[in-house]
């Protein structure tokens, strides 16, 4: 059974670092194919991909905010950690972390299968 | 970069059937994946690889991928299907990519 858990700061002082940790169970992400990302989705708004490491160290991240993130993973400890700099107010959100699974051949690409239940963070003075 | 377009809302009686689009430059080519997410929940997958039911998810859903749109089919839909329903798929030039979403009312 596969299980996802964000935990981190709820609220955040502009400018600041945010930094969350998705530790999950169920799978290794030394296996191959494996790969956790993160999502948010600001108040009454849309999903948005942030970032995915896979289990070969592989980061990938949103073209908009590549500057801005940093994804690591802790094989041992089942962790993967999302750093962002510079939190500004409209990166008030819940942030997800997901379980990704790559389509089956012939088919091309990946998704979200499993996902945490969410962490609201706050940026506010 | 590439762009999903999605509704922003469908309304549908019970026992009705849904259909919610999603569109996208030759979509047809690529894997498009559908979440259902209802309020203060997180998003749950409901198909994935254009057609594919994740075990668990009732055979009232369903999805088709051709051209420049793919399709979200509710079949008899019921008053425990409304949410918000997102499309995704993966870019090379924009990597993991979600639709803006659409909100399914059942009237």
């Known amino acids: 059974q596969i299980t996802l858990k964000e935990s981190g700061p709820t609220l955040v002082k502009p400018t600041q670092t945010l930094t969350l940790t998705c530790t999950f169970s169920g799978f290794s992400l030394s296996t191959s194919g494996v790969g956790v990302g993160w999502i948010r989705q600001p108040p009454g708004k849309a999903l948005e991909w942030l970032a995915l490491i896979y289990w070969d160290d592989d980061k990938r991240y949103s073209p908009s905010l590549k500057s801005r993130l940093t994804i690591t993973k802790d094989t041992s400890k089942n962790q993967v950690v999302l750093t962002m700099t510079n939190m500004d107010p409209v990166d008030t959100a819940t942030y997800y972390c997901?379980?990704?699974?790559?389509?089956?051949?012939?088919?091309?690409?990946?998704?979200?299968?499993?996902w945490g239940q969410g962490t609201l963070v706050t940026v506010s003075s | 970069s590439y762009v999903l377009t999605q509704p922003p809302s469908v309304s549908v009686a019970p026992g009705q059937t849904a259909r919610i689009t999603c569109g996208g430059n030759?979509?047809?080519?690529?894997?498009v994946h559908w979440y259902q997410q209802k309020p203060g929940q997180a998003p749950v997958l409901v198909v994935y690889d254009d057609s594919d039911r994740p075990s668990g998810i009732p055979e009232r859903f369903s999805g088709s991928n051709s051209g420049n749109t793919a399709t979200l089919t509710i079949s008899r839909v019921e008053a425990g299907d409304e949410a918000d329903y997102y499309c995704?798929?993966?870019?090379?030039?924009?990597?993991?990519?979600f639709g803006g979403g659409t909100k399914l009312t059942v009237l």
């Open positions: 997901a379980h990704r699974r790559r389509s089956s051949w012939p088919k091309y690409g990946s998704f979200f299968d499993y």
């Open positions: 030759n979509i047809g080519s690529k894997s």
């Open positions: 995704q798929v993966w870019d090379s030039s924009s990597d993991h990519l």
